[in-house]
C-alpha cells in the first residue's frame, strides 16, 4: 500500500511537472523589456559574422511583440534587423546589411498591421522615398466564364528624416485593396499555406527615392549587401529606376 501511494505521489508530480512546463513555455505571454545593446550583440555577433554590430542607432517597437532595430556594422555598413517576441524569448527575424525598405507584418492576413523599414546610408543625400503597390493584370476562364482582372498601380511618399532609418505604416487606401485581395486569395487557397499578400503571385511592392528636386536617383551606397532570415513576414522589396517601364500592371 505504502508502495502504491508513493507511486501515485510520483505520477501526479510528475503531471504537475509535465503541465507546469508546458503552460510556462506555450501559454502567451506579454512580451519582456526589450534588449540591451550588449544583449542585442550577443545574440547576433557571433552568428551573422558579415553583419556584426558596431553601434545599435535605434530600437523601435512596431508593436509590443515585434521590434525593428537599425545598426551600423563594423565594417561601417548600414544594416537592420527586426525581433520577434515568442515563448518568452526575443529572437531574430531578419538581420542583415540589405536595409533598403523592407516590408514587414506582424500579422500577415491583416495589411493594417504592414510597415515599410529602411536604413539607409546618408552618404545618398535623399530627401524622400515613393512606395509603389503593383498588381498584376490577369485573364482566366472557369467553367466557360471569363474573368478580366485589371491591373493597378498605387504610390504614396515620405519625407525622410535627418536619422538615415525609419518606418512608415501603409495608408489606409492600401490597406483597404490588400485586405480586399487577402480575402479573395484566402478563399481561393488552401488556407494552411496562404499567408497574405507575402505568398500572393498577383501582388507586388517597389520602392523609389528621390533628391531635393524630386528626381528618382539610384541610392548606389545604400543598395547591396545580404542577410539572413526573413520567412514569412518579410518582403525584400525592389527598386524601380526612372527609366524602367512597369509591364503586366
Do not use: C
Amino acid at each position: 500500500m505504502a508502495k502504491r501511494k508513493t507511486i501515485l505521489i510520483f505520477l501526479n508530480l510528475t503531471i504537475i511537472s509535465i503541465t507546469g512546463y508546458i503552460f510556462y513555455w506555450y501559454y502567451p505571454s506579454s512580451p519582456s523589456s526589450f534588449l540591451t545593446e550588449e544583449e542585442i550583440k550577443n545574440e547576433v555577433n557571433p552568428y551573422h559574422l558579415s553583419a556584426k554590430i558596431e553601434k545599435v542607432q535605434d530600437i523601435i517597437y512596431l508593436d509590443k511583440s515585434h521590434v525593428f532595430v537599425p545598426y551600423i556594422t563594423t565594417e561601417g555598413e548600414y544594416a537592420a534587423s527586426y525581433w520577434y517576441y515568442e515563448k518568452r524569448k526575443w529572437h531574430t527575424h531578419y538581420v542583415g546589411t540589405i536595409s533598403t525598405p523592407l516590408l514587414v507584418s506582424t500579422n500577415p492576413k491583416d495589411a493594417s498591421t504592414y510597415h515599410f523599414i529602411w536604413n539607409l546610408h546618408p552618404g545618398d543625400d535623399l530627401q524622400s522615398l515613393e512606395f509603389l503597390l503593383l498588381k498584376r493584370r490577369n485573364y482566366s476562364v472557369s467553367n466557360g466564364v471569363e474573368t478580366y482582372i485589371p491591373g493597378l498601380q498605387m504610390r504614396f511618399s515620405t519625407k525622410l528624416t535627418e536619422q538615415p532609418y525609419g518606418y512608415v505604416k501603409l495608408p489606409q487606401e492600401f490597406v483597404e485593396v490588400l485586405n480586399d485581395t487577402i480575402q479573395l486569395e484566402s478563399a481561393q487557397m488552401e488556407k494552411m499555406y496562404y499567408n497574405g499578400v507575402f505568398s500572393s503571385l498577383s501582388t507586388e511592392f517597389a520602392w523609389s527615392s528621390l533628391d531635393e528636386s524630386g528626381t528618382i536617383v539610384y541610392p548606389e551606397l545604400s543598395i547591396g549587401g545580404g542577410g539572413s532570415g526573413g520567412g514569412n513576414s518579410l518582403i525584400f522589396v525592389r527598386f524601380i529606376g526612372e527609366d524602367e517601364e512597369l509591364f503586366g500592371y
